[in-house]
């Protein structure tokens, strides 16, 4: 008696795991296409696009909302009590600081993530100004946002000791006056 196997009908299999290989594949081109997007580098500013401070820690260029990572600046409508006593408006302030920082001219930003309200978060620098969060710190129109870095803890530190802006006199944390507001 003889065995007979039919010529041509052998069945391929798949490699036992080619199925996972390509999930995982798969899962690396994102993790590598996320990570290219998220060091996307905003160009120069072009002369036509107007890049504005919209208050002490948020810039616009054009319909983009750029919030400046690391930082936390008083709220427009805030004030702030100088050495003196006297209310002065420390979040107009900040925003008067900003604007004058970004119309230094050649703008760019290096996207850091998004924030909860879709803002691009963002370490931006200016012409011969490297990082316009920190120049804020520094001056003392704005915090280190110590809930989530303390990359500016040291610029801060110079500017309390300093007693510039914010540092002249007496004023609330800008994350617990808005806080105070909301409720």
């Known amino acids: 008696m003889s065995t007979v196997i039919p010529f041509g009908r052998r069945r391929r299999r ?3 795991f080619a199925g996972l290989a390509l999930f995982v594949l798969m899962l690396g081109g994102l993790a590598l296409f996320h990570a290219w997007q998220s060091r996307a580098v905003v160009a ?31 709220e427009l409508a805030q004030t702030c009590r ?21 119309a230094q001219g050649g703008v760019t930003c290096t996207k850091r993530g998004e924030d909860r309200y879709g803002r691009m978060l963002a370490t ?49 944390n800008p994350e617990d006056w808005r806080h105070a507001r909301s409720r």
């Open 14 to 16: 798949a490699p036992r």
């Open 44 to 74: 120069p500013t072009p002369a036509l696009l107007v890049v504005q401070a919209v208050d002490g820690d948020t810039l616009r260029a054009g319909s983009q909302r750029i919030r400046l990572s690391g930082i936390d600046a008083p």
């Open 82 to 102: 100088d050495a003196r006593g006297q209310a002065w408006s420390c979040g107009a302030a900040a925003r008067s600081r900003l604007a004058a920082l970004v």
């Open 124 to 172: 931006c620098s200016a012409a011969g100004i490297a990082d316009i969060g920190e120049a804020m710190v520094r001056d003392g129109h704005a915090l280190n946002y110590g809930r989530y870095t303390s990359g500016y803890a040291g610029a801060e530190r110079e500017a309390r000791v300093a007693r510039r802006g914010l540092w002249q006199g007496e004023f609330d």
